[in-house]
């Protein structure tokens, strides 16, 4: 069974930078598509960015664009988020989500704080 774990959240003044990683276990990494989402305390979880199997395309939260940049390097089975002009408002726990045919997996998550 694949697994996925994310990496490289903290604590962050607003105008920073993060950059998020979700290292997938196990072979056919490539196949998947990969997605980035966050819960915020209180709020309902909600999508942030996704990124086809290829790398080819992909879409964000109207919230996130111009700011986050979502990739992927299947050689190393890891996604990426890069977080820029980073907000009090993006303060959530930011988790990646794997799809394949009907199988759905996640990550545990990774918590972001946006502070000053």
């Known amino acids: 069974q694949v697994r996925f774990v994310e990496s490289g959240g903290g604590v962050v003044q607003p105008g920073g930078s993060l950059r998020l990683s979700c290292a997938a276990s196990g072979s056919r990494f490539s196949r998947y598509a990969m997605g980035w989402y966050r819960q915020a305390p209180g709020k309902e979880r909600e999508l942030v960015a996704t990124i086809s199997s290829s790398g080819g395309s992909t879409n964000y939260a109207d919230s996130v664009k111009g700011r986050f940049t979502i990739s992927r390097d299947n050689a190393n089975n890891t996604v990426y988020l890069q977080m820029n002009s980073l907000k009090p408002e993006d303060t959530a726990v930011y988790s990646c989500?794997?799809?394949?045919?009907?199988?759905?997996?996640w990550g545990q998550g990774t918590q972001v704080t946006v502070s000053s």
């Open positions: 989500n794997a799809r394949y045919l009907w199988y759905t997996y």
